[in-house]
């Protein structure tokens, strides 16, 4: 049962790795290398996530409505969010402008975004924008990662440069209230310690 159920992640797995590619097939015959402009938001996470369950999230989490609640009060805003900054940039006649909160593929995990929205900087962007909040999203911070490795260059969402000392100073202030608040709320232990973790990978 085990061994099956082994076959059927890396059969799941195997068709993902496979649809992204064909979504990077379709992105390049419309991007050129390095010719996008992606905006980088929290959707699931993020400073609003934080506030929302330590006011109200804890009491129902676990439960079968948390889901609900959650993409009510925090993905659902974060994504407008998103579009908004997004629908800004093109005004201004950026070219393409890529955004994540689009996308909704529901047999996708975590880590499979992940994936996915680094694959696309890496092959289609010259431009990184970050929305406010973005030092409280694991997502995020890693498109930081990506982008900075490649160098391409990154503002926050009113236009000014982020660069790395200060990006870095903020994902460890991030740390440092999470660290502090997450007494109220232990199940932000994992949020707190995947920034720590990219916090200590910066030099």
């Known amino acids: 049962m085990y061994a099956g159920g082994e076959m059927m992640k890396n059969v799941n797995e195997s068709n993902i790795e496979l649809e992204q590619k064909s979504m990077f097939d379709a992105l390049a015959c419309a991007i050129d290398k390095h010719g996008a402009t992606y905006v980088s938001g929290p959707i699931t996470t993020g400073r609003r996530y934080v506030e929302w369950y330590l006011s109200e999230g804890y009491a129902c989490a676990g439960s079968p409505n948390f889901r609900d609640r959650l993409r009510d009060a925090v993905i659902r805003q974060n994504e407008i969010d998103i579009l908004k900054v997004a629908a800004k940039a093109r005004a201004r006649g950026n070219g393409v402008v890529i955004e994540p909160a ?4 529901f047999e996708w995990g975590q ?5 996915f929205w680094c694959g696309v900087i890496e092959r289609f962007v010259g431009r990184l924008i970050m929305l406010d909040g973005w030092q409280f999203s694991l997502g995020c911070v890693a498109e930081f990662h990506e982008a900075r490795r490649l160098r391409i260059p990154i503002e926050n969402q009113h236009g000014d440069v982020l660069d790395y000392s200060f990006a870095k100073h903020m994902v460890e202030e991030a740390v440092k209230e999470l660290e502090a608040r997450h007494f109220q709320a232990a199940s932000l232990e994992n949020l707190t310690c995947g920034l720590r973790s990219y916090a200590l990978q910066w030099n």
């Not at 689009?102 to 593929?105: F, I, T, V």
């Not at 880590?111 to 994936?115: E, H």
């Open 111 to 115: 880590d499979d975004y992940a994936s």
């Open 102 to 105: 689009s996308l909704h593929k």
